[in-house]
C-alpha cells in the first residue's frame, strides 16, 4: 500500500528520507481474517500487545460485491462484524467502537431530504432496504426485518448455509455451480427479508450483532451513501478502483455503454469519500472523549439537503466532460461523444423460468418461515420470475 503513487505523491516528496521511519512510527500492519475468532492472530504475545494498546476501532472491513456467494458475505459481512465486537470487548483501554456499512439513497422528488437534526431521511436505503420512506438513525435490533411479518434468525441462515453446501458437495457440484447456487440462494434469503440483495442482508446481520454484542461499548454506525471520487484530500477525483457509479461514467466514456436505468428527475445522493472519512474522524474524536447517551450514536452522512444532484444533471456533466476530454484515440467511433446517456426510467424484461426451478426457489424462500398467507406466498412467486404487479 505505502509504495502506491498515491503515498509517494502526498508523503514520501515531503518526507524525503525519514518516510519509512515516519511510517514505521505511525503505522503496525497486522495480518488477519475478520471471518476468524481474533482474525485468525495465532502469535498470543502479539494478541496481547494489541488488546493492551488498542484504544478505538474502527470496523470497515466487508465484501462490497453486491451478489456475493452467501456464505461468504456471512462469514465477512456478518461474522466478520461479530468478531470485530467480540475483539474490542476484550480491549483493556477500549474508548469507542466505529462500525461502517453503506446507505445507499435515490430521491424520487424534491421533498426527498436528509434532515440534519432529526437524522430523518426519506428515500431510498441500502443497508435500509428499498422501501420509500422516513429512514431514522437507528440501528436494527437482533432478528428485525424490513417487512413487519416476518422474524430474522441469523443462527437459522447460518444453519441453511451448511446444509446448501452440504447437499451440493453430496452431489459432487464443481465451484462454478457451487457459486452460481450460493450466490442465488443469498439473493433469496435477502429478498424474502425486503433487502435488495445480499451484501445489505449480511451487512444489516452484523450491525445486528455489534449492537446485541456490544454491552457498555460506546458505538459509533456510520451510514454513507453512495461513496465517490474525494472533493479536495489527497487531491480532487481520487477513489482506489473503480467504485459506486464510477462503472457508469467509465463505460460511457468508453463508448460502451449509451443507455442505462434511471429516472433523470430523481435526486441520487453521493457523497466524497475525504468528506465521509473526515465525517468519521470527527465523530470519533468527539465520542471518545465524552459519555454517549446510551452508549450509542448513529450518522447518516449524504449531500442531497444542502446539495442535491440530479441523474440529468449528472448525464450533462459527463456529456460536457467527454466532448472536451475524448478517452478514445478514433472518437469518431465513440457513441458517448455523439450523444448523451440516455437514462430509462422503466425498463421491463420478461424472465422465464422452468416450474421446476420456480419451485425449488420458492422452498428455498420460505424454509424456516411459518403462517405465510396465499397473498405473501404470490408476491414472493412474481419477485422469483422477474414479473412485477
Known amino acids: 500500500v505505502f509504495e502506491k503513487k498515491l503515498f509517494k505523491m502526498q508523503l514520501k516528496d515531503k518526507c524525503g528520507e525519514k518516510f519509512s521511519s515516519f511510517l514505521a512510527d505511525k503505522v503496525v500492519a497486522v495480518a488477519g481474517d475478520v471471518s476468524l475468532h481474533n482474525f485468525g492472530i495465532k502469535d498470543q504475545i502479539l494478541i496481547e500487545e494489541m488488546l493492551d494498546a488498542i484504544d478505538i476501532i474502527v470496523h470497515t472491513a466487508g465484501t462490497t460485491t453486491l451478489d456475493e456467494r452467501f456464505d461468504v458475505a456471512m462469514d465477512i459481512n456478518t461474522m466478520g462484524a461479530f468478531n470485530a465486537i467480540n475483539f474490542a470487548k476484550m480491549c483493556h483501554r477500549i474508548e469507542v467502537f466505529l462500525h461502517t456499512l453503506k446507505l445507499l439513497i435515490q430521491k424520487s422528488n424534491n421533498d426527498f431530504y436528509l434532515k440534519e437534526k432529526c437524522g430523518l431521511t426519506k428515500n431510498?436505503?441500502?443497508?435500509?432496504?428499498?422501501?420509500?420512506g422516513l429512514i431514522s438513525e437507528?440501528?436494527?435490533?437482533?432478528?428485525?426485518?424490513?417487512?413487519?411479518?416476518?422474524?430474522?434468525?441469523?443462527?437459522l441462515e447460518k444453519q441453511l448455509i451448511e446444509e446448501k453446501l452440504s447437499e451440493l458437495q453430496a452431489q459432487n457440484a464443481n465451484e462454478e455451480t457451487i457459486t452460481s447456487i450460493m450466490k442465488e440462494f443469498g439473493a433469496i434469503r435477502a429478498n424474502m427479508y425486503g433487502w435488495p440483495n445480499t451484501h445489505t442482508f449480511t451487512k444489516a446481520m452484523g450491525e445486528m450483532l455489534v449492537m446485541n454484542m456490544k454491552r457498555n461499548i460506546p458505538l459509533i454506525i456510520s451510514r454513507p451513501t453512495a461513496v465517490i471520487g474525494t472533493h479536495s484530500e489527497p487531491f480532487p477525483g481520487w477513489i482506489e478502483g473503480v467504485r459506486t457509479i464510477d462503472f457508469v461514467f467509465v463505460e460511457y466514456f468508453k463508448g460502451a455503454l449509451t443507455s442505462f436505468v434511471g429516472d433523470p428527475n430523481k435526486t441520487m445522493d453521493m457523497v466524497p469519500a475525504d468528506m465521509v472519512i473526515n465525517s468519521m474522524i470527527i465523530a470519533l474524536l468527539v465520542h471518545s472523549k465524552c459519555n454517549l447517551s446510551n452508549n450509542f450514536i448513529c450518522y447518516h452522512i449524504g449531500t442531497s439537503l444542502r446539495n442535491p444532484i440530479?441523474?440529468?444533471?449528472?448525464?450533462?456533466?459527463?456529456?460536457?466532460?467527454?466532448?472536451?476530454?475524448?478517452?478514445?484515440?478514433?472518437?469518431?467511433?465513440?457513441?458517448?461523444?455523439?450523444?448523451?446517456?440516455?437514462?430509462?426510467?422503466?425498463?421491463?424484461?420478461?424472465?422465464?423460468?422452468?416450474?421446476?426451478?420456480?419451485?425449488?426457489?420458492?422452498?428455498?424462500?420460505?424454509?424456516?418461515?411459518g403462517n405465510m398467507d396465499k397473498e405473501y406466498i404470490t408476491l414472493i412467486l412474481r419477485a422469483l420470475i422477474g414479473r412485477t404487479t
Open 124 to 132: 431510498y436505503a441500502y443497508v435500509c432496504g428499498g422501501a420509500n
Open 138 to 155: 437507528e440501528p436494527f435490533r437482533l432478528g428485525q426485518t424490513l417487512k413487519s411479518s416476518s422474524e430474522l434468525d441469523i443462527n
Open 310 to 369: 440530479k441523474l440529468w444533471d449528472i448525464q450533462e456533466i459527463m456529456y460536457l466532460y467527454i466532448t472536451s476530454n475524448p478517452w478514445l484515440r478514433n472518437y469518431e467511433k465513440s457513441g458517448a461523444l455523439c450523444e448523451k446517456l440516455l437514462f430509462n426510467p422503466r425498463i421491463t424484461e420478461d424472465h422465464e423460468f422452468h416450474q421446476t426451478k420456480n419451485t425449488e426457489k420458492l422452498r428455498i424462500a420460505i424454509k424456516g418461515v
